[in-house]
């Protein structure tokens, strides 16, 4: 069973900055995906952005894009969500999961992705 581990959730100003987290020392993800994910209560978890892990090609979301960026160290087996310019409607759960690429294409599919991290809360303030 491979554990995500997830951390830098918190609550910040709108225009603010967070990096996200999540690592995993179980687990040799070359060929795997990482995605990200969000999701607020009542709503459907919303992929947010995915790194194919070695190859390092990112994907993104229209929503985030050119405000998130999604990197990786392979050494640490760690991806990175950098979030910045943070808007109150960034405000979520976030969530890592981890996933063969073999899988298909669609990055933003929760149903490619067999682990996932805990969460970790974000809070953007206006």
């Known amino acids: 069973q491979v554990q995500l581990v997830e951390s830098g959730g918190g609550s910040v100003q709108a225009g603010g900055s967070l990096r996200l987290s999540c690592g995993s020392s179980q687990y040799g993800w070359n060929t795997q995906r990482v995605g990200w994910f969000r999701q607020v209560p009542g709503n459907e978890r919303e992929g947010v952005a995915a790194i194919l892990f070695g190859a390092g090609t990112t994907y993104y979301a229209d929503s985030i894009k050119g405000r998130f960026t999604v990197s990786q160290d392979t050494g640490r087996n760690t991806v990175y969500l950098q979030m910045d310019s943070l808007k109150p409607e960034d405000t979520a759960m976030y969530y890592c999961?981890?996933?063969?690429?073999?899988?298909?294409?669609?990055?933003?599919?929760?149903?490619?992705?067999?682990?996932w991290g805990q969460g970790t809360q974000v809070t953007v303030s206006s």
């Open positions: 999961a981890l996933g063969s690429a073999r899988r298909g294409r669609e990055w933003y599919d929760e149903a490619k992705y067999d682990y």
